[in-house]
């Protein structure tokens, strides 16, 4: 047998196996992440126990005493959510966030905490030198940022992470008005009980139908607004909501009640708009 044939017969399936694991690499990268970002995730603890939670001895003010790993809820100087008071917010050139969403088949899963919809690769935004992919949004009622004080019905949080694990997190604001559509297509299929997966592929989503016409925002570093707290998390909260229906926000809450981490000191922070 030619000596060069024999080679590329060897090679070809290492390099495939190789980029099969690599791929392999990103996609539970992402789903670690998705894991971490708590919100979203019921962690139980060794009694059984959900490890954290939204009220009782488990609740936001006991995070940070629950584990070593979340002490960041407790100890960090930079957390999130935060109160944006407009006056104090600093005029900058921000650059546009640039939305790069594709229509993807949908995933939805009921972690205990929210309803959350996974994504697969493909989808990202850039933001000046900056690309992050999109890896899952999920929602909270109320929302955790206020403006100037003002607490939306609900929101959703679109979660990305960029080549070196570095979060970037859009906030939508959601106000009461007209049913919205993608919330309702996403609702239809909710799973109501903790831990359940729904996945679909005659149904297709797009996170673009979540977004306002209006893209201008507010930018501050902050962290997770679940445990672990991690900080380091760049933060851009539209300033324009979306609406959905009085319906739709109470069969989020019928489900999670109030699943919201209170307001956290802004410190030294500036936020850019």
């Not at 600093?90 to 972690?111: C, G, M, Q, T």
């Not at 030198?129 to 999109?134: D, G, M």
């Not at 997190?169 to 309702?184: W, Y």
Request: glycine fraction near 8%; aromatic fraction near 8%; charged fraction near 20%.
């Amino acid at each position: 047998m030619n000596r060069w044939f024999f080679s590329t017969v060897i090679i070809v399936p290492f390099l495939f196996a190789c980029s099969s694991e690599r791929e392999e690499e990103r996609k539970t990268e992402g789903r670690e992440h998705v894991e971490s970002h708590g919100d979203e995730h019921a962690h139980a603890g060794e009694n059984g126990k959900a490890s954290w939670g939204y009220g009782g001895e488990t609740g936001p003010e006991y995070w940070g005493e629950l584990k070593e790993e979340f002490t960041p809820c407790k100890t960090g100087q930079n957390q999130s959510p935060v109160n944006i008071e407009m006056h104090r917010a600093v005029d900058h050139d921000l650059p546009a966030i640039e939305f790069r969403y594709k229509e993807v088949p949908l995933s939805v899963v009921n972690n205990g905490h929210t309803i959350q919809v996974n994504y697969p690769l493909g989808s990202s935004i850039k933001v000046g030198n900056a690309s992050y992919e999109l890896v899952q949004f999920h929602f909270h009622t109320p929302s955790e940022h206020a403006i100037d004080g003002k607490v939306f019905p609900m929101v959703v949080h679109l979660v990305h992470k960029d080549a070196e694990g570095n979060l970037g997190v859009v906030g939508v604001m959601i106000a009461e008005g007209s049913g919205n559509p993608a919330i309702e297509t996403i609702w239809k299929v909710m799973p109501k009980k903790a831990g359940e997966e729904v996945s679909d592929s005659n149904i297709s989503i797009n996170a673009s139908a979540l977004l306002p016409q209006d893209r201008g925002y507010y930018s501050y570093t902050g962290s997770l607004t679940t445990p672990p707290c991690s900080e380091s998390v760049n933060w851009m909260v539209l300033k324009a909501p979306i609406e959905s229906s009085r319906e739709q926000v109470a069969a989020l809450a019928a489900l999670f009640g109030s699943n919201v981490r209170p307001i956290q000191p802004l410190n030294d922070r500036v936020v850019r708009h």
